[in-house]
């Protein structure tokens, strides 16, 4: 399972930190990926990470990178998604996912999804 959790609401240029619990499969053997989704938009990869151990691999999307970072300590279940600076334009609903395999932010390799949390960027 993978749950999203810590959204909110947030002011333009604020920051957030999104958490994914993953529990039921052995973490080091996945990618693990955020995807987001606003109102009338299709689905966006935002950033992903390599589960193995030893291994720092990421990936951001284009119009986060710079501004988000991925990360899971050690030994950990969890998966944070740190987002700085953030838009207006960052305001959707932020999901957790797994895939087997590569870093990818394609959503069509990712196999099992959690529940999203809703993030707004509002004044």
């Known amino acids: 399972q993978l749950q999203a959790s810590g959204g909110g609401l947030v002011m333009p240029g604020g920051s957030l930190r999104l958490s994914c619990n993953t529990s039921g499969f052995t973490i080091e053997d996945y990618v693990i990926g955020w995807f987001r989704q606003a109102p009338g938009k299709e689905r966006e990869g935002v950033s992903c990470?390599?589960?193995?151990?030893?291994?720092?691999?990421?990936d951001y999307g284009d119009s986060v990178r710079g501004r988000f970072d991925i990360s899971r300590n050690p030994g950990s279940k969890i998966v944070y998604l740190t987002m700085h600076n953030l838009k207006p334009e960052d305001t959707a609903v932020y999901y957790c996912a797994r895939a087997f395999g590569s870093l990818t932010l394609r959503s069509e390799s990712y196999a099992y999804w959690g529940q999203g949390t809703l993030v707004t960027v509002s004044s």
């Open positions: 990470i390599s589960g193995r151990f030893g291994d720092t691999d990421t």
